[in-house]
């Protein structure tokens, strides 16, 4: 993860609304998008629905891919969430809120072109905080043994996405497409419609799956012989004269927007299947055969490395800068004295946190026992140094720190990650779980060593004055 971010978070300047019908529940939907605050990222708002519930963009809460990325929270659903998310990632805003009033967005012409429209018009703001953003320094892949589907996301300088696609028809055959700019996204990808094979759409007006498409929404591929009753079905399920076969093999209410547009069309639905990890990525994505079900696979486990790197994520440092206290100004205040002093240095401290700072070095008199010939600091004495530089923190708000003592009342969540050996710089990070009230202060610390977490801990220590 990135400690420096340039770039602020956004958002849109003003509410907008566009109409249309959803795609397969045939229902005419009003879709408005509204700024957000700061790190709420994407959700969806259902206003048709008591209480108007607020379904996140989360990957967690997918719950089908069967034409669409599906999303539930509570019961409450939202259909075919890809071509949305995909123009909000695309115009890189953070922040959105989407009312709908029935359970899907419109289709429109079944690309993202239409949302990006609205979002231009819209306008962007940047937002007073720093957009949060993933870099990928490790390969990270997915692959789906049953159909081949894999998704590789590599290091790169800015996010990338390149989609190859394979459906062993002849009508359409091998095609790939590549975004090298996000910023690109309006012009090169967003116009790029859904298509559908004859036999898969044979297969959804039987269901009744379709309501709502029609010949303007969809290229339709024909990967089999059109005959005569197809035909009528196809002339009044879409409300048409005629209706006749290109020579590319296309239904020909439409023309392509490019050769590759089915491949094109794949990328914006990784882009908009990926925005449900809710963090921005820095990396290259290579998604062969991709579809929702694999995408959002994917982002479930991308997302589960995201979440596990931030919760072990080692803050960084300059130990070369002057500290905050050096160790005589730790002694005006701590009562402790060598060699149960355990804290060198202060290098933060706010009203809320703490970082502290030890040097571990083959002097210290419990290396004399703690092992002969196999020196490993105790981890009560880590746990003791931790404790020490808390005392820092709640001794600093009162004005007569010499006149109290500090007395640990509680140790929760104890965990010794790896050894701390002589020649270890410690770095101690603590932060209130709740106010300091009545001297009682509820800390949860992390200790880092060589770049790695080392220790963690939630303690409750109480300052009493003894004079």
Known sequence: MSDTIVAKQTTIAKEITLKGVGLHTGQEVVLTFKPAPVNQGYAFCRVDLEDKPIIEADVNYVVNTQRGTNLQK???????????????????????????????????????????????????????????????????????????????????????VTTMVDFGTKVLGTQNASLQHISDFKEEISDSRTFSFLHELEMLLEHGLIKGGDLNNAIVYVDKELSEETMERLKIAFNKDSIAIKPNGILDNLTLHYANEAARHKLLDVIGDLALIGTRIRGKVIA??????????????LAKIIKLERRNKVPTYDLDQPPLMDINQIMKILPHRPPFLLVDRIIELSDTHVVGMKNVTMNEPFF????????????????????????????????????????????????????????????????LVTPIRRGICHMRAKAYANGKLVTEAELMAQIVKVK
């Open 368 to 431: 004399n026992g703690h092992f002969p010939g196999a020196p490993v600091m105790p981890g009560v004495l880590q746990v003791e140094a931790i404790a020490q530089t808390g005392g820092i923190l709640v001794l600093s708000t009162v004005p007569d720190p010499e006149n109290y003592l500090t007395y640990f009342m509680k140790m929760d969540n104890v965990k010794f990650k790896r050894q701390v050996l002589p020649g270890d710089t410690l770095i101690f990070r603590m932060e």
């Open 74 to 160: 509570n019961g409450v659903n939202i259909q075919t969430s890809e071509h949305v998310l995909a123009a909000c990632v695309g115009l890189e805003i953070d922040n959105l809120l989407i009312e709908l009033n029935a359970p899907e967005p419109p289709i429109m012409d079944g690309s993202s072109k239409f949302f990006v429209e609205a979002l231009e018009a819209a306008g962007k703001v940047e937002q007073d905080a720093d957009r949060e953003e993933y870099i990928v320094n490790d390969i990270i892949s997915y692959v789906d043994e049953e159909t081949g589907s894999e998704i590789i996301l590599m290091p790169s300088d800015e996010y990338q």
């Open 288 to 301: 062969n055969k991709p579809g929702h079900f694999v995408n959002t696979q994917f982002a479930k486990k």
